[in-house]
């Protein structure tokens, strides 16, 4: 009634395959790099709507790890356009963006036991809290 399967199955284990596979640590450093991309990209808009020598350092050290993790291939940076009129709203909303993005990346850190990288997410995602417990005052003040 049916036709029996003549090919071994693409789920069978210890046979070798025709495409590559990746470690889970080679999966987690694809993770984090791309966590802190989104990050630095974030970083960067943030950059030219406030610039603050604080977000310059730490965009500096995101594309340090980025490029680590890259294997040495640094990360596209955003150029830096002068925005005249940074709008409050939307820096409130940028700082929320990085505030997740850092804690993703926090999580896969830990999960590769990545004491540097861990740290920075840590450290990125006190900085946004922090903005963000000030900017709904710059907000009340400006409207």
Known sequence: MYEPIRSKSVHSTGEPTDYPH??????????????LAALLAVTDE???RTPEPSLERAAHR???RV???RGGARPVRAAGADVTDPDPAR??????QA???????????ASRADTGAAIL????????ADALETTPAALTAAG
């Open 22 to 35: 990746r470690s889970r640590e080679e999966e987690l450093d694809i993770q984090l790099a791309g966590h």
């Open 46 to 48: 943030l950059l030219a």
């Open 62 to 64: 995101l594309s340090e």
């Open 67 to 69: 490029a680590r993790l």
């Open 91 to 96: 820096v409130e909303a940028l700082h929320r």
């Open 99 to 109: 505030h997740t993005l850092a804690g993703r990346a926090l999580v896969v850190a």
């Open 121 to 128: 997410a840590a450290e990125r995602m006190d900085a946004h």
